[in-house]
């Protein structure tokens, strides 16, 4: 089971989706795993996001969904996600290479924590 389930909602994101996905492959923080939720994109995310994880073989889903907006393609990626913590990601954002390393040593060093942005 990874430590971290990174879940990003994804609508209409086959232009962004890939800058996103290389963004959490550079971690240096390696126990993760992605969980992308396509929210009934019309356009090709879902192949964009499989071709991806097959190529890369970064551990990772893609689920398509009914469009219902992002908090119901959260609540989707949390209801599939395996690993003991969250983090979220925008599907047209990107992450620094230590983003995952800091906000886990953050919960470690902070057992009680219960949220870090």
């Known amino acids: 089971m990874p430590r971290v389930s990174v879940v990003i909602p994804a609508y209409a994101a086959e232009r962004f989706i890939t800058a ?3 963004s959490v492959a550079a971690q240096s923080y390696r126990d993760f795993e992605i969980v992308v939720v396509d929210d009934g994109s019309p ?9 991806w994880l097959r190529n890369t073989g970064v551990p990772g ?17 949390l209801e599939h996600a ?7 990601l925008d599907h047209d954002d990107f992450w620094t290479p230590d983003k995952l390393e800091l906000t886990v040593a953050e919960f470690d060093a902070h057992p009680d924590t ?4």
């Open 43 to 51: 356009d090709d995310t879902q192949l964009v996001v499989e071709a």
């Open 82 to 88: 395996k690993g003991e913590l969250i983090a979220l």
């Open 114 to 117: 219960v949220l870090v942005g």
């Open 61 to 77: 889903i893609c689920v398509r969904r009914p469009n219902g907006r992002i908090a119901a393609a959260r609540n989707t990626g």
């Open 20 to 22: 996103t996905l290389d």
